[in-house]
C-alpha cells in the first residue's frame, strides 16, 4: 500500500463549479499535512497546510480527518485559473521525517 | 531574497555519462531531498538529508548518488547505472523545526538523454 494515496483524476469541471479531492494516508503517527500545487512543468507550491481541525483560505476549505486517516481540499466557485494538479503531502513533527507526495490529481476547469 | 536554486535548468546528457545537478538553499534549512517527476507522475523521492554529511536512500536511489558536505549544497549525480533518466527533477529542503515541515521547491532540472 502506498503511503500517501490520492485519486489521479483528471476532473473535468465547469467553471463556478465545487469540486473536491481527497487523500489517505497510511501512517498514524503522521502529523503535518500540505496541499501543494503544481502547474504544468514548473514545481510545486505550497497551497494550504492542514494542521488539527482544518484550514480555509479563500474559496479553498481543507479538511483532516485523523480517525479514517485521510484529508481534503474542497475548491468553492472554481475558475479557469484553478486549473492544475494538485499533490497531497504528509509530513512528520520534524525534519527526522521523510516529506511524502501523493502522485497528485489533474483538475481542469472549462469555460 | 532567501530560496532554493537549482541549475541547470536543462541538461542533456549522452548514454554513459556522469552529471550532476545542484542544488543550493539559502534558507538555513537542516532537511534537503531530491525527487523525480516523469510525465504525468508524481514526485518518486530519490535521496533526502536530514543534516550535514548524512543522507538516506529514497524509493528510487539506484543510480543516483549525494554528498551533503555543507548545509547550504545537496548535489545530485546520475550515473550511468541510471537506465532510464530523462525526467524533472526536483529538490526541495524543509526547517523541521517544530510545527510541521513544509518543503520549499527550486525550479527543477530538466534531464534528457541524447
Known sequence: ?111 | DGGITQSPKYLFRKEGQNVTLSCEQNLNHDAMYWYRQDPGQGLRLIYYSQIVNDFQKGDIAEGYSVSREKKESFPLTVTSAQKNPTAFYLCASSSGTGKGTEAFFGQGTRLTVV
Open chain 1, 1 to 111: 500500500r502506498k503511503e500517501v494515496e490520492q485519486d489521479p483524476g483528471p476532473f473535468n469541471v465547469p467553471e463556478g463549479a465545487t469540486v473536491a479531492f481527497n487523500c489517505t494516508y497510511s501512517n498514524s503517527a503522521s502529523q503535518s499535512f500540505f496541499w501543494y500545487r503544481q502547474d504544468c512543468r514548473k514545481e510545486p507550491k505550497l497551497l494550504m497546510s492542514v494542521y488539527s481541525s482544518g484550514n480555509e483560505d479563500g474559496r479553498f476549505t481543507a479538511q483532516l480527518n485523523r480517525a479514517s486517516q485521510y484529508i481534503s481540499l474542497l475548491i468553492r466557485d472554481s475558475k479557469l485559473s484553478d486549473s492544475a494538479t494538485y499533490l497531497c503531502v504528509v509530513t512528520g513533527y520534524s525534519s527526522a521525517s521523510k516529506i511524502i507526495f501523493g502522485s497528485g490529481t489533474r483538475l481542469s476547469i472549462r469555460p
